[in-house]
Nanobody
């Protein structure tokens, strides 16, 4: 069993910045990919960014140039630095941890953290 715990989030004005953290624990030895997803009201959950143990990253087009994902493998922790936040970034942000062959929806999920960007 892998436990995923997120921290960070909150309310920020447009143009502001926030930082999210996520730590995987338990049977996390085979965790390779860690990422952030978000779900706005009445919308499907979507990828924000993910990163492999080797440091390869993948970003949604909507956040490229504004968000940066990074990782501390020794701590099984992933970070999401969010700058130039926009109202459309408002959503519940979820952390996901999985092995490379595990489908995203079958990975381990955190409880989610709300981010609200006011205009």
């Amino acid at each position: 069993q892998v436990q995923v715990v997120e921290s960070g989030g909150g309310l920020v004005q447009a143009g502001g910045s926030l930082r999210l953290s996520c730590t995987a624990s338990g049977s996390s030895f085979n965790i390779n990919v860690m990422g952030w997803y978000r779900q706005a009201p009445e919308k499907q959950r979507e990828l924000v960014a993910d990163i492999t143990r080797g440091g390869s990253t993948n970003y949604a087009d909507s956040v490229k140039g504004r968000f940066t994902i990074s990782r501390d493998n020794a701590k099984n922790t992933v970070y999401l630095e969010m700058n130039s936040l926009k109202p459309e970034d408002t959503a519940v942000y979820y952390c996901n941890a999985r092995s490379p062959l595990t489908p995203v929806h079958m990975g381990s999920w955190g409880q989610g953290t709300q981010i609200t960007v006011s205009s």
